[in-house]
């Protein structure tokens, strides 16, 4: 089993830069495609980012592309969240998560580990 931990997020005003970090524990993080989530509230869980075991093939939900970019650098069991120009509607309970499905997938039914989320809030 694997154990996932994200760091502290905060808070950043609209247009700010902020990076996540998710460190893996238990198992080593290279058996598992990674993911990011999030959660406004009063919304449901949606797909951030997702990156493959090597690190060779990357997804992204469309508010995100080309402002956020997923990481992972296995030697250290970590899973980065790189995000640049943020906006209000960033703001978020982020979860890190993990499953050992073979591709990428942004279907939250397929991780089946998750941090217990870390906060981000973008002000205007």
């Known amino acids: 089993q694997v154990q996932l931990v994200e760091s502290v997020g905060g808070s950043v005003p609209a247009g700010g830069s902020l990076r996540l970090s998710c460190a893996a524990s238990g198992r080593t993080v290279s058996s598992f495609v990674m993911a990011w989530f999030r959660q406004a509230p009063g919304k449901e869980r949606e797909f951030v980012a997702a990156?493959?075991?090597?690190?060779?093939?990357?997804d992204y939900s469309v508010s995100v592309k080309d402002r956020f970019t997923i990481s992972r650098d296995n030697a250290k069991n970590t899973v980065d969240l790189q995000m640049n120009s943020l906006k209000p509607e960033d703001t978020a309970q982020y979860y890190c998560?993990?499953?050992?499905?073979?591709?990428?997938?942004?279907?939250?039914?397929?991780?089946?580990?998750w941090g217990q989320g870390t906060r981000v809030t973008v002000s205007s």
């Open positions: 990156i493959s075991r090597n690190g060779g093939s990357r």
């Open positions: 998560a993990a499953t050992g499905l073979l591709g990428v997938t942004s279907d939250s039914r397929n991780y089946y580990a």
